[in-house]
């Protein structure tokens, strides 16, 4: 008898566990629904160990901590970029990048205290501005190919990423 309850045990563990699995994956592509990539969305989120066990508003968190990794890197890229650069122009335009990607930053780091006091409207307003950086370095570059443009691109996906959550999350 031990043995058949412990079994029954298991496989209501089971069960219910795949419940969870589920309905959080079911909570990611709803969070995703609006997003511009919706794909990118998913798979981000998915990515994160974190997101297993998160509702919406930690859905949110680990978007905003995706996009601050992100811009932090391609800060970096662009730092590095600078060092070897020798073109004034091309200079110029990656120390405009360097001074987007310090406000899209700032812009993130606004957004994640704005979304720990649920000011959804706030969130939008600051990860919108900061969505901007990638468009605005590319621009700098338009006498010449830009060594951004992939980088660039993915952080406005990471900021979508984040929009789209956070619009879910405030019931919009």
Same mark, same amino acid.
């Given at each position: 008898m031990k043995s058949i309850t412990s079994f029954c045990f298991v496989i209501v563990s089971a069960l219910f566990l795949n419940q969870i699995n589920t309905a959080t994956a079911d909570l990611i592509t709803t969070a995703c629904g609006t997003a511009l990539d919706k794909k990118f969305?998913?798979?981000?989120?998915?990515?994160?160990?974190?997101? *297993?066990? %998160?509702?919406? /508003? &930690?859905?949110?968190?680990?978007?905003? *901590?995706? %996009?601050?990794? /992100? &811009?932090?890197?391609?800060?970096?890229?662009?730092s590095?970029?600078?060092?070897?650069?020798?073109?004034k122009n091309r200079k110029a335009a990656l120390r405009d990048c360097i001074e987007n990607y310090q406000s899209a930053l700032e812009q993130i780091k606004n957004s994640a205290t704005a979304l720990a006091s649920k000011r959804y409207s706030d969130v939008n307003t600051w990860i919108s501005a900061a969505m901007s950086a990638g468009a605005s370095c590319e621009e700098g570059f338009k006498?010449?190919?830009?060594?951004?443009?992939?980088?660039?691109?993915?952080?406005?996906s990471y900021c979508g990423t984040a929009l789209a959550v956070t619009n879910k999350a405030s019931g919009s």
């Open positions: 969305c998913e798979s981000s989120l998915r990515s994160q160990p974190e997101s *297993k066990k %998160a509702d919406l /508003n &930690g859905l949110a968190r680990i978007a905003l *901590k995706l %996009a601050s990794t /992100n &811009g932090n890197k391609v800060q970096n890229q662009v590095q970029l600078l060092k070897k650069e020798s073109d006498s010449s190919q830009s060594p951004l443009t992939k980088s660039n691109s993915e952080f406005g």
